[in-house]
């Protein structure tokens, strides 16, 4: 697509490249600045459909028509999308159009920065505590060929953070780091463990690579020893969540998934046993296994590598970045086989000392706690809760269903409501009423197992307020249809009475009226 613009009046021309076949072919169509936007407009609305996810296409209503940003990923996701078209557009030599194509390019990164206005979130920045192990990891990066805008510090709420050195734009690589500074399935292979994985049938990398962070860890030679050591000692995601946590999580679905999560797996303890010179018993422990399952978890990054193969990594650095449903970062999957390096580009623009935040990917907020420990702030989009329903099979379903009368519709979907209003207020009972001050009492875990019960609470009575509006508007229609049928009715039988004069009225099927 080209765009070109009219001297000495505010006309536009858009260019569209199109067959030499098309009837079009070699035309300009002209627009204003108005419906220019216009334009842009309708580009946006179908974009947000082309970058819909699963979730968001089945519950995004009448896409078609789709007004209104459904989530703040998809809005920048579907804004970067169109950018990147017209960023890949010819500069056409035919057409003075840079000034248009600018104009474009403008107005799109001035609705990326009205989204990250409308959603992002304030990072408070704590500054007494120190940070040194951080920068020294920070300095052995660039030492090692990382390129950072980024600095590293303590915020509030989240542990570690990355801050903005300076203002970032859009487009702006933020991080990068080169392949050598990766911690992936490659350093197996120059391990002493090699050779035993290889005998065990059907290990998988990521197990591998678990087994293999338990012990360089405590590795003081280690490459890696600058980024083990600015690790944590506890995560404190759901995984090492305690009895009382558990037993706070009860009624919500969460349950479910931590307590399945915590099946662990019963290899390392054999390992040990047969190999304790390469799996010394002392650093095998259950203790160290839930250590490294929630380091990998919490920290690990799916990457494609050059060869094509998708890798799970840790990477230092960018793991200080933390997770927002509006963030600034979201394309970093894929390492640029030009750099040899993993490059982190900003899709919103970051202020110099704003927290610079990346999307860990489209998790609900169980997923969230359980293996990230944390819960994300504002509404969540992608808080699913899953329904069992039993759908009862009409015997007589086919054809029967296309004469089935507006009066049955309306009474089949207030019962459907009914029915899901019965099914949620059952989860509303189920989760109680919150006491303030068990949460003042509380440990960490207990906390947000409260944090989340909250957020649950909070999401089952916005169901419940939309099934009784709906249900109100459908007996209201219903109330409505019943009214004019009876209407009908009356009138039918006066005109009959008129007809027949004193002859008695012959019955008839109020269906016939539809
Ligand atoms: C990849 S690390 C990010 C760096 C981490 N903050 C640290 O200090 O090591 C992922 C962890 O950061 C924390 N985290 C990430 N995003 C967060 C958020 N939006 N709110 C609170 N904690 C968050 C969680 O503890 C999560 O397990």
């Given at each position: 697509m080209d765009v070109d613009k009219h001297e000495n009046d505010d006309e536009l021309t858009l260019v569209l490249e199109l067959p030499e076949t098309d009837p079009l072919f070699g035309k300009k169509v002209s627009c204003t600045p108005d419906q220019l936007n216009d334009f842009l407009d309708v580009l946006v609305q179908r974009a947000r459909i082309i970058n819909f996810n699963e979730v968001e296409l089945y519950f995004g209503g009448d896409i078609i028509n789709l007004r209104d940003s459904i989530s703040p990923r998809n809005e920048l996701e579907a804004l970067h999308s169109i950018l990147e078209v017209i960023d890949k557009s010819r500069s056409g030599e035919k057409y003075t159009m840079k000034t248009i194509q600018q104009k474009l390019q403008e107005e799109i990164v001035d609705r990326i920065d009205k989204v990250g206005m409308k959603f992002s979130e304030e990072t408070k920045i704590v500054g007494d505590v120190s940070c040194d192990k951080e920068k020294g990891l920070l300095d052995w990066g660039v030492d090692n060929g990382v390129k950072t805008k980024l600095d590293i510090a303590y915020v509030e709420g989240a542990g570690r953070g990355a801050i903005a050195k300076e203002d970032l734009k859009v487009g702006d690589i933020a991080l990068e780091i080169p392949v050598s500074v990766i911690i992936s399935e490659e350093l197996l292979y120059e391990s002493d463990m090699f050779s035993i994985f290889e005998k065990i049938d059907g290990i998988s990398e990521e197990t591998m690579l678990l087994l293999w962070s338990m012990k360089e860890k405590h590795n003081k030679k280690s490459k890696f020893k600058l980024y083990f050591d600015t690790l944590p000692e506890r995560f404190n995601t759901g995984l090492s969540f305690g009895i009382d946590a558990v037993m706070s999580l009860?009624?919500?679905?969460?349950l479910e998934e931590v307590v399945q999560a915590k099946e662990y797996d019963e290899l390392f303890p054999t390992l040990s046993d047969r190999n304790p010179d390469v799996f010394p018993p002392e650093l095998y422990t259950w203790e160290q296994f839930l250590w490294a399952c929630e380091l990998w978890y919490s920290n690990c990054m799916k990457v494609i590598f050059s060869d094509g193969k998708l890798r799970t990594c840790l990477i230092p650095v960018a793991g200080f970045l933390n997770h927002s449903i509006c963030p600034h970062i979201i394309h970093y999957g894929r390492i640029d086989a030009t750099t040899n390096s993993l490059k982190f580009p900003l899709s919103r623009a970051c202020r110099s000392g704003e927290q610079c935040f990346l999307s860990y990917g489209n998790f609900s907020s169980s997923h969230a706690l359980t293996f990230y420990g944390f819960l994300p702030q504002g509404?969540?989009?992608?808080d699913v809760i899953p329904l069992d329903i039993d759908v009862a099979q009409d015997e007589d379903s086919g054809n029967s269903q296309i004469s089935v009368k507006t009066q049955e519709l309306l009474e089949t979907d207030i019962d459907v409501l009914r029915d899901l209003s019965a099914t949620f207020e059952g989860m509303m009972e189920a989760l109680g009423d919150e006491n303030p001050e068990d949460r003042e009492k509380a440990s960490w875990d207990v906390k947000l197992a409260i944090e989340f019960r909250n957020s649950q609470r909070r999401i089952i009575s916005s169901i419940l307020t939309s099934c009784n509006a709906g249900c109100e508007l459908l007996e209201s229609e219903l109330r409505k249809y019943t009214a004019k049928l009876l209407l009908l009715i009356y009138l039918l039988l006066m005109w009959n009475n008129f007809n027949v004069g004193n002859k008695e009225f012959e019955s008839f099927d109020a269906g016939d009226l539809q």
């Open positions: 009860d009624g919500t679905l969460l509404d969540n989009p992608y």
